[in-house]
Structure formats: C-alpha cells, structure tokens
C-alpha cells in the first residue's frame, strides 16, 4: 500500500468513518452499524512500513482505534521525535477527539484495527453534561482490550443477538473511557475485566490507589481481606495481568498525568503527591513511562 498523505484527501471529504477512509486507504473494512453507535469498522492490514495519514476533523465523533493483535511498532515521543522500536500487545489503543484533525500512524505490521466511530451524545453524566476526555487518551488498557475482541467476535457473527451484542460492548467501552480516561480521574476498579471482578481485589486496589503517596504494604492487603499474601498477588495477576507494585506504579502515573494536565503546580509537589521521594525517581518513572519528561509533556498541554 502506498503511503498516504493529507494531501490524498480531497477538501470535500467527510470526517473519520468507514467510507472516508475505504477510499483513502485504498481497501474495503468489514462494517457493520450499531443503534447505539453510528459504525464499527475492522481493517486488516499487511504492509512492510508506517502509513501516515491526516484528515478532516469530525465534529460530532470520536474515533475509538484498537489494535486486536500484537504489533511492531515505529514509537514516535509526543514531541514528534522519533524513538525505538517496540513490540505493542493488543490491548492498545488510541483516540481521535472530535473535532479533532485525524492524525495517525499505522504501524508497519500485518494485524487487524478495529474502529468504533463513538458518537458524544453517548458520552454525558446523568444531568446531561458531556463528559470530558483527557487530551492524551491513548495507551494500553486491558478492558478497552476485553470489549474491543468482544466487538471482533461480534462483528464476524450474524444471529438474532448479533445487534443487542454490539450494543452491550460499545456501551462497555464507552462506560470504560468515561471512567479511566476521562479528565475527572480514574476509577480503579474499571481497570478489572467482569469475569475476574474480585470485590476482594477491588478492595485491595482502592486501598492502594486512595493512598498513592503512602500505601498499605502487601502484608496488610491481604490481612485486611483475610487471605494470603501469594493468595492477593493471584487476584492481581488473574483481575489486571499485573503485580500490586507494577499496578501502583501505572496508578501513580495516572495521577501524575492528570495533575501535570490539569494544573499549574509545581513537578516536584505532583512527584511528592504520587508517592514518589524524589523528583530523580519520578522524573525517570514518567520518562519510562510516556516516552517523555514531565516538564515536556506539560510543554506539549500549553502549547
């Protein structure tokens, strides 16, 4: 496939959706429609580079794209730069405001992208405000994993509970965006697949994330649930595919993110708030982290 540049688009072409972007790429997605959401598109590809493309932003859609298999992947740093190779689980996926221009890299890979164009009106809080996502919302997270192979498996079936199916997982997705990703904060036990919702588990993590600069010890989780420490360190593994430190650690990033999103305080009071002793160790967590440092991510929001 040839690379794709903005100027492929002609000044007459819609926002991002399956039509859009058949004829830009060149190859027809397997689509289907949902009452819930507008569209879902898979798109299969198998190319030997990176394919940038640009568009016209979409002002009432969020485009919702997954990677459904492991992928080599071209890392490009927030500030545009680029960086390493690395090998990307399945579970990643990224984001396109509406509104926003569309702007992404197809990675140089055979694989399967889903895309679930998600329209803002399912995204409101009870009173009927819109809920807010964070400007970078991309990452790996193992829910928006779990309802995006749903949507797959979906796609591929053709029964009487074909549609009630698809709106159950884009509902899913979108109550996970809404909860993890949304400029409010993190809920952490959205970060739990239904079939490992643990309340034990649960527990343990809203201990452990309501205390980020000073939490419990592993000795005292699991005393506090009544079970063995290795006991507590299966939940994790079975629930988020983690260790508790591994977990916090993600946590703790979370927290920093949105601080460094959110507000004008200073590094080393949001490093102190997360847990961290020194600004060194935060510094070299975040930039292991996000592919960047602190005071350039901040840098990147302002601008």
């Known amino acids: 496939m040839p690379q794709l540049l903005a100027e492929a688009m002609a000044d007459d072409t819609p926002g991002m959706n399956a039509t859009s972007l058949s004829r830009l790429w060149g190859r027809a997605p397997t689509v289907r429609r949902s009452r819930v ?32 298999d492991g992928f080599l992947h071209d890392d490009l740093r927030l500030d545009g730069r680029p960086g390493s190779k690395k090998y990307m689980t399945g579970d990643v996926f990224s984001l396109v405001h509406a509104g926003s221009a569309p702007l992404s890299y197809i990675p140089a890979a055979q694989g399967l992208l889903l895309h679930l164009y998600l329209p803002l009106k399912l995204l409101l809080d009870p009173a009927g405000r819109p809920i807010e996502l964070r400007e970078q919302c991309h990452g790996e997270d193992r829910r928006i994993g779990h309802y995006a192979r749903r949507l797959r498996a979906e796609m591929l079936c053709d029964d009487a509970a ?64 009544g079970i063995s420490q290795r006991h507590l360190l299966n939940l994790f593994q079975e629930g988020v595919g983690q260790s508790p430190h591994r977990w916090l650690t993600a946590r703790r990033m979370d927290r920093a993110r949105f601080l460094l999103e959110t507000t004008d305080r200073e590094i080393t009071d949001i490093a102190l708030e997360c847990g961290f002793s020194s600004s060194q160790h935060f510094s070299a967590t975040f930039r292991a982290h996000f592919g960047t440092t602190a005071t350039a991510f901040r840098r990147r929001i302002a601008d």
């Open 37 to 68: 959401a507008g569209e879902l598109a898979l798109w299969r590809f198998n190319h030997d580079k990176v394919t940038t493309f640009s568009g016209i932003p979409d002002e009432e859609t969020h485009t919702v794209c997954v990677m459904l």
């Open 162 to 225: 074909t549609g009630l199916a698809l709106d159950a997982a884009i509902l899913g997705m979108a109550s996970s965006l809404a909860r993890c990703w949304s400029t409010s904060g993190v809920t952490p036990a959205a970060w739990v697949t239904g079939a490992h919702c643990d309340r034990r588990l649960l527990r343990a993590m809203e201990r452990l994330a309501a205390n980020l600069d000073a939490p419990p010890r592993l000795a005292e989780l699991a005393e506090a649930e």
